[in-house]
């Protein structure tokens, strides 16, 4: 992430790019991994990104970028 709000993900492996998420708004710290379980019963975790905007944050599909949750802050 940026001050363009881009927020980008490469393969690990090759440096390949694998998604880009355009938050809208500067990125202003590094996002924050989350894994969680669907339920208790559960088998296969799933991981998603907590990406802190200037003035909003957002939830993303670690995978696929795409957006799973976003608040409004109205301030840093």
């Given amino acids: 992430g940026g001050e363009d709000g881009a927020l980008r993900c490469f393969d690990a492996e090759n440096g390949r790019p694998l998604w880009t998420f355009d938050t809208g708004v500067s990125v202003q710290h590094r996002p924050a991994t989350l894994r969680l379980a669907p339920d208790t019963n ?6 998603f990104l907590l990406v802190p905007g200037k ?22």
């Fill in 42 to 47: 559960a088998k296969q975790e799933h991981d």
């Fill in 55 to 76: 003035d909003r944050c957002f939830v993303l599909d670690a995978r696929t970028g795409q957006r799973v949750w976003e608040w409004q802050t109205g301030e840093a």
